[in-house]
Nanobody, 116 residues
Framework: QVQLVESGGGLVQPGGSLRLSCAASGSISRPNDMGWYRQAPGKPRELVVVVSSGGTTNYSDDVKGRFTISRDNAKNTVVLQMNSLKPEDTAVYYC??????????WGQGTQVTVSS
């Protein structure tokens, strides 16, 4: 099984930045996609961004131009740089990894709060 551990969440003012990290370990299938979902209380889970092993990215229109994802295949890590944060970005952010024939694995989530 795959274990995912997120870090970097916290409280930030509107317009500020945060950097989320996700480290994967265990039985990692390759190739794979990694990325982030987010969910606010009472709201549907929203796909934020996905990045493939080859580096192909797909961003939600809500974050395009503000968020940037990168991954290190050797270290099995992915980083989400979040800039120009808005109150609407407030949510629990979940890291995931999915292979072609392997079901997705999820982290426990890290809270991001954008507020003055």
């Amino acid at each position: 099984q795959v274990q995912l551990v997120e870090s970097g969440g916290g409280l930030v003012q509107p317009g500020g930045s945060l950097r989320l990290s996700c480290a994967a370990s265990g039985s990692i299938s390759r190739p794979n996609d990694m990325g982030w979902y987010r969910q606010a209380p009472g709201k549907p889970r929203e796909l934020v961004v996905v990045v493939s092993s080859g580096g192909t990215t797909n961003y939600s229109d809500d974050v395009k131009g503000r968020f940037t994802i990168s991954r290190d295949n050797a270290k099995n890590t992915v980083v989400l740089q979040m800039n120009s944060l808005k109150p609407e970005d407030t949510a629990v952010y979940y890291c995931f990894l999915r292979g072609v024939r392997v079901g997705p694995s999820w982290g426990q989530g890290t809270q991001v709060t954008v507020s003055s």
